[in-house]
């Protein structure tokens, strides 16, 4: 069973389109997280979750728009797609809060290329 | 099925001392290796990198080992330092694709 899941895996667009990455945990995990790998493999964070609450929500653009229905789900929303949106894109969980420092699971990444 | 394994989930080390971290991979198309560095209440900072066309790569105390028969890679930091305190991640991409696979982590206490 996939710890972290996230859909779709890859995903080629085009600009100015809207399109949703949808995350999943199974791991009964009380934090989320959206990370964006840039070109050089470095990781930011943009998001993060505990229990359906937003915690961090570090300086992405407001087209950028996570939503937690539940605990489990972290869906990442992006509305007019630009050029420099394309990266891959990370989910990850944790257990406990955003302050333990626990061991964290990521999920396989989401290649979105927007062309 | 975890394709990058950190089979331990913490270690303790004595500062001054040498921490080693490991980490084991099965896909055989994997070659680049990385490490990150996570504080708690931050994202994993990237740390150190190899190509599989090395078997060591040294940058100041950081040093990554690969062994690629045996499908392990290793990271010593030397001397360990009380900041050095933090969860560290090994990742992986295969044949230049820009996709990372991820371990789960080893979290190091460094001891004064």
């Known amino acids: 069973d996939t710890a972290v899941s996230q859909t779709p895996k890859y995903l080629v667009t085009q600009m100015g389109n809207d399109k949703s990455i949808k995350c999943e945990q199974n791991?009964?995990?009380?934090?989320m997280y959206w990370y964006k790998q840039d070109s050089k493999k470095f990781l930011k964070i943009m998001f993060s979750?505990?229990?359906?609450?937003?915690?961090i929500n570090e300086t992405v653009p407001n087209r950028f728009s996570p939503k937690s229905p539940d605990k489990a789900h972290l869906n990442l929303h992006i509305n007019s797609l630009e050029l420099g949106d394309s990266a891959v894109y990370f989910c990850?969980?944790?257990?406990?809060?955003?302050?333990?420092?626990?061991?964290?699971?990521f999920g396989e990444g989401s290649w979105l290329t927007v062309v | 099925d975890q394709q990058v394994k950190q089979n331990s989930p913490s270690l303790s080390v004595q500062e001054g001392r040498i921490s080693i971290l490991n980490c084991d991979y099965t896909?055989?198309?994997?070659?680049?290796f990385l490490w990150y560095k996570k504080y708690p209440a931050e994202g994993p900072t990237f740390l150190i990198s190899?190509?599989?066309?090395?078997d060591k790569n040294e940058d100041g105390r950081f040093t990554v080992f690969l062994n690629k028969s045996a499908k392990h890679l290793s990271l010593h930091i030397v001397p360990s330092q009380p900041g050095d305190s933090a969860v560290y991640f090994c990742?992986?991409?295969?044949?230049?694709?820009?996709?990372?696979?991820f371990g789960t982590g080893t979290r190091l206490t460094i001891i004064p």
């Open positions: 990850a969980s944790e257990k406990g809060g955003f302050h333990t420092g626990n061991t964290i699971y």
């Open positions: 791991l009964g995990h009380d934090t």
């Open positions: 979750y505990n229990n359906k609450e937003l915690i």
């Open positions: 896909n055989s198309m994997f070659d680049y």
């Open positions: 190899i190509s599989s066309i090395k």
């Open positions: 990742a992986a991409s295969a044949n230049g694709n820009e996709k990372l696979t």
